[in-house]
């Protein structure tokens, strides 16, 4: 049986020490971990530390050990998760005493680095491939660590369609940025302690590509026009509707 956790006067870890890795290897997941930086909280030694993996109601826990002694366990193999399953990590520090397991310290929402991903950098939205999706080619979905990319796994090689190829990126990703965009100022995610990690790493890109900042009204349509005019800098960043149009033109045989 899992022991459950009391909330009561947490603190959050800082999340620049931590440091996740997803090795996917065929069907099988592990990931590896390196924790840091606990000096300056003032924690007890004797608090123990955990590393939960999960996505939806699927989780998993791993005891690294104590403040004091810190111990990456041996198996670290992600089995109740299926094949392609966008995992997401929590780290807690929990007092050692009382039946309440108080929680001391926490980061929540946690990307891990992937093996196989070249830019060493967490995604702003995972790409989950699902069926049962009809005739729908893609949709935005939000899960517990935000919006997810679903894609419909009924025809090969649409991941790579999608995301690489100029014709589709110039339709589906513009559209993407909107709705999540919509959705975080509407719900006001960046207030929410539960959301706002993930919600200012989207405004936080946003700052990359449009020199106004998000409103403070979050009534629409000041939210709708602000979210149109990020989308219009997005579109002529990367310049979609040339690349959209040169992608209609026939190749000249050689």
């Not at 093996?115 to 517990?144: H, T, Y």
């Not at 990126?169 to 509407?186: A, D, G, K």
């Amino acid at each position: 049986m899992i022991r459950r956790f009391n909330y009561t006067g947490r603190r959050k870890l800082p999340r620049e020490n931590i440091n996740l890795r997803l090795i996917r290897n065929g069907s099988a997941m592990t990931f590896s971990a390196e924790i840091n930086g606990f000096e300056s909280l003032d924690l007890p030694g004797s608090a123990q530390v955990f590393v939960e993996a999960y996505h939806q109601a699927t989780y998993m826990r791993f005891d690294f050990g104590t403040i004091a002694q810190l111990q990456i366990p041996p198996d670290r193999q992600l089995t109740a998760f299926y094949d392609g399953s966008p995992v997401n990590f929590r780290v807690k520090v929990v007092e050692a005493s009382g039946e309440a397991g108080r929680i001391l310290a926490v980061a929540d929402h946690l990307n891990p680095v992937r093996e196989d991903d070249d830019s060493k950098r967490d995604p702003l939205i995972p790409v989950r491939m699902v069926g049962g999706m009809g005739q729908e080619i893609w949709r935005v979905v939000w899960d517990a660590t935000g919006p997810v990319l679903e894609l419909n796994q009924e025809q090969a090689g649409i991941k790579e369609t999608i995301l690489q190829k100029h014709i589709f990126r110039s339709m589906v990703l513009p559209e993407v940025l909107r709705t999540v965009l919509t959705r975080i100022l509407m719900d006001e995610m960046d207030k929410d302690e539960e959301n706002a990690d993930r919600a200012k790493l989207w405004l936080k890109f946003v700052a990359t590509i449009h020199d106004e900042a998000e409103p403070d009204d979050r009534e629409s349509p000041t939210v709708d026009n602000w979210v149109n005019r990020v989308v219009q800098s997005f579109c002529s960043r990367h310049r979609f509707f040339d690349a959209w149009r040169t992608a209609q033109q026939p190749q000249e045989n050689i």
